[in-house]
């Protein structure tokens, strides 16, 4: 049976691949500003779209309405932005989400799944990272996101809206800008590399991430939407060093790497691996292997 789904943040890059996947066999309506979406990551598909923001709770609650889940994906998705302005950092991942949960909630939505981010879990030496440890965010960005988890969890308990927060880890795949602000490391190395330049990395490359194909996290959100309420790391279970990240890409490119190296970002962390013991619990898995997803992202990328 046909559902309505809502997306904020639908036309950017997580939000679309999951309109595309959505919008096959349901009514999808989108909300985007397009401060980071594009209208070109809709392309043809099959969605509504309404242009707006999380500051207007009558442009929420009217595009809600009758709505069976809300999938929350709007975000200043940058540490790097965050700390240069944490107050616009705060107006979007705090003041927009609860614009989201009070219009949720006000126009009878039984579900919102969120966005939230393995930021939360700050400089903790502790691997693998666990939804239970104690969080310790380093970032404007990392607060907001713990605190909109915070806003989700209260509002299940307060209001009965069903509430799911996913922390991502490092989300790549096809429609991430490398051009952006917000862009992550690997379509930055690609693009660098097929475009015959070298990939800057920041620090000394040593740092270690847990990468996951964003099918895989659309996956994620649509299991989420179904499953037990709560919070949980989507990821792979599986880290890798960004030094050793370029030369898998350059390998599968043909293409020599020699990567420029600039001073550590601050906010960043140094190694991120999780735990996705939680999630399996409402049937996520992650399908692709690094590999087979760089080369999917890799195609997508050569194409555009």
Same mark, same amino acid.
């Given at each position: 049976?046909?559902?309505?789904?809502?997306?904020?943040?639908?036309?950017?890059?997580?939000?679309?691949?999951?309109?595309?996947?959505?919008?096959?066999?349901?009514?999808?309506?989108?909300?985007?500003?397009?401060?980071?979406?594009?209208?070109?990551?809709?392309?043809?598909?099959?969605?509504?779209?309404?242009?707006?923001?999380? /500051?207007?709770?009558?442009?929420?609650?009217?595009?809600?309405?009758?709505?069976?889940?809300?999938?929350?994906?709007?975000?200043?998705?940058?540490?790097?932005?965050?700390?240069?302005?944490? $107050?616009?950092?705060?107006?979007?991942?705090?003041?927009? /989400?609860?614009?989201? =949960?009070?219009?949720?909630?006000?126009?009878?939505?039984?579900?919102?799944?969120?966005?939230?981010?393995?930021?939360?879990?700050?400089?903790?030496?502790?691997?693998?990272?666990?939804?239970?440890?104690?969080?310790?965010?380093?970032?404007?960005?990392?607060?907001?996101?713990?605190?909109?988890?915070?806003?989700?969890?209260?509002?299940?308990? =307060?209001?009965?809206?069903?509430?799911?927060?996913?922390?991502?880890?490092?989300?790549?795949?096809?429609? %991430?800008?490398?051009?952006?602000?917000?862009?992550?490391?690997?379509?930055?190395?690609?693009?660098?590399?097929?475009?015959?330049? %070298?990939?800057?990395?920041?620090?000394?490359?040593? %740092?270690?991430?847990?990468?996951?194909?964003?099918?895989?996290?659309?996956?994620?959100?649509?299991?989420?939407?179904?499953?037990?309420?709560?919070?949980?790391?989507?990821?792979?279970?599986?880290?890798?060093?960004?030094?050793? =990240?370029?030369?898998?890409?350059?390998?599968?490119?043909?293409?020599?790497?020699?990567?420029?190296?600039?001073?550590?970002?601050?906010?960043?962390?140094?190694?991120?691996?999780?735990?996705? $013991?939680?999630?399996?619990?409402?049937?996520?898995?992650?399908?692709?292997?690094?590999?087979?997803?760089?080369?999917? /992202?890799? %195609?997508?990328?050569?194409?555009?």
């Amino acid at each position: 049976m046909s559902e309505k789904y809502v997306i904020t943040g639908g036309a950017g890059f997580i939000g679309s691949n999951l309109a595309e996947t959505l919008s096959k066999d349901n009514d999808v309506l989108v909300i985007d500003d397009l401060s980071a979406g594009k209208m070109e990551n809709l392309g043809c598909l099959d969605v509504r779209f309404v242009k707006g923001d999380l /500051t207007d709770p009558k442009l929420l609650k009217e595009a809600f309405s009758g709505a069976s889940c809300v999938f929350h994906q709007a975000a200043i998705a940058s540490v790097k932005k965050s700390v240069e302005d944490p $107050s616009r950092t705060n107006a979007v991942g705090i003041d927009g /989400t609860l614009n989201v =949960l009070i219009a949720a909630r006000d126009a009878g939505v039984s579900r919102v799944v969120q966005a939230s981010s393995a930021a939360v879990y700050g400089s903790s030496l502790q691997l693998p990272k666990k939804e239970d440890m104690l969080p310790e965010p380093m970032s404007p960005y990392a607060v907001s996101k713990l605190a909109a988890e915070h806003y989700a969890r209260v509002f299940q308990e =307060l209001y009965g809206l069903k509430t799911v927060s996913l922390r991502y880890f490092n989300v790549f795949g096809p429609k %991430q800008d490398p051009y952006s602000e917000y862009s992550g490391v690997i379509s930055r190395f690609i693009s660098a590399l097929l475009h015959d330049e %070298q990939p800057v990395i920041y620090g000394d490359g040593e %740092q270690t991430r847990d990468f996951v194909y964003v099918a895989d996290v659309v996956s994620a959100n649509i299991l989420a939407s179904r499953g037990a309420p709560g919070v949980y790391n989507i990821a792979c279970a599986k880290s890798i060093s960004l030094n050793t =990240l370029a030369k898998v890409i350059g390998k599968i490119l043909a293409k020599e790497v020699r990567p420029r190296y600039e001073s550590a970002r601050a906010g960043d962390i140094k190694h991120s691996l999780a735990d996705i $013991s939680r999630a399996k619990r409402i049937g996520y898995s992650p399908k692709y292997s690094l590999e087979e997803a760089l080369i999917e /992202t890799i %195609q997508w990328f050569g194409k555009t």
